[in-house]
């Protein structure tokens, strides 16, 4: 049985990405041989702003050195907006720095962002138009639909819940995400995103919203895991996470952007096939704050 240490690069208010990420691997252990530890290192936000999210991402660089000392196997790097916010295409950008700075640490890990991430699990899911949900204010709401509009992906309809403090977006109550996405023009969409945002919960409600909506739901989060696992070399699944982790796209990586571009520290190991039907029903420890 192989160990993984996951690296997690958070914003100093975030407090879901720590739990969602876990959830989704701890989940998969019950199926697969696998064991995962977590190690955090945080930049300063507390309000989702350009000028906080600005001088947050500036300290990212510090937090790829801090858990490279830690020998992590890959690096999740969790805000969405910051990356997004920087400009078109910048997580390759902010990827591959990252990357570096763990390489001139002598402890080279792949890394993974979040908003790089929503890109390739909705390519691995042949979703080319689809319907999201954000906490952001509208201006933010906007830059994360051209973000993805330049990665060939059409938003049909997108809902900002304009909320400014990143305390009270963990807040949110993720039981009424289904019905916010349901009020979306999603008729002509590929998948739905029920919150592009890792600090906005929504495990306990994905499952819901794919029943009611008919068809591949994902998150910011559940796209993150996915990522983290192939980066890892592993199969990509997760028990009651929705259709991108159900075990079809396990072996997937995204089409825009082909295999990892760095190893993982350790060899992986050999691990079996998912399910092919594994247990339904949201997380029981998906997080409800």
């Known amino acids: 049985m192989t160990t993984y240490r996951i690296g997690q690069i958070v914003p100093s208010s975030n407090v879901t990405m720590e739990t969602e990420v876990p959830a989704l691997l701890r989940a998969r252990?019950?199926?697969?041989?696998?064991?995962?530890?977590?190690?955090?290192?945080?930049?300063?936000?507390?309000?989702?702003?350009?000028?906080q999210l600005r001088a947050m991402d500036a300290d990212s660089d510090r937090c790829a050195l801090e858990l490279s000392d830690a020998r992590?196997?890959?690096?999740?790097?969790?805000?969405?907006?910051?990356?997004m916010s920087t400009g078109p295409g910048y997580h390759r950008e902010s990827e591959q720095?990252?990357?570096?700075?763990?390489?001139?640490?002598?402890?080279?890990?792949?890394?993974v962002t979040s908003a790089g991430a929503l890109v390739a699990?909705?390519?691995?899911?042949?979703?080319?138009?689809?319907?999201?949900?954000a906490p952001y204010l509208l201006p933010l709401a906007r830059t994360v639909v051209d973000y993805l509009a330049h990665e060939g992906i059409t938003v049909t309809d997108h809902a900002a819940l304009e909320i400014p403090d990143n305390l009270a977006v963990a807040a949110h109550d993720p039981a009424r995400l289904?019905?916010?996405?349901?009020?979306?023009?999603?008729?002509?969409?590929?998948a739905v995103v029920l919150s592009a945002c890792v600090q906005m919960p929504s495990l306990a409600a994905v499952e819901e919203a794919e029943q009611q909506l008919g068809k591949p739901v994902v998150s910011a989060a559940i796209c993150t895991v996915h990522q983290l696992l192939r980066a890892l070399g592993l199969p990509a699944f997760a028990p009651g996470a929705g259709s991108l982790l159900s075990g079809a796209y396990a072996e997937s990586t995204s089409p825009a952007h082909g295999a990892p571009a760095a190893p993982p520290s350790r060899p992986p190991a050999t691990v079996p096939q998912p399910p092919t039907a594994p247990p339904s029903g949201p997380l029981g420890c998906a997080p409800t704050v």
């Open 29 to 51: 252990e019950t199926v697969a041989p696998e064991r995962f530890t977590f190690h955090s290192s945080r930049m300063r936000m507390t309000k989702v702003t350009p000028e």
């Open 121 to 133: 699990g909705l390519h691995v899911l042949g979703a080319k138009k689809v319907a999201l949900v």
């Open 97 to 111: 720095r990252l990357h570096r700075r763990t390489v001139e640490n002598g402890a080279p890990a792949p890394v």
């Open 178 to 190: 289904p019905g916010i996405a349901a009020r979306l023009a999603h008729a002509e969409a590929d």
């Open 72 to 83: 992590v196997d890959v690096l999740g790097y969790a805000c969405l907006v910051a990356v």
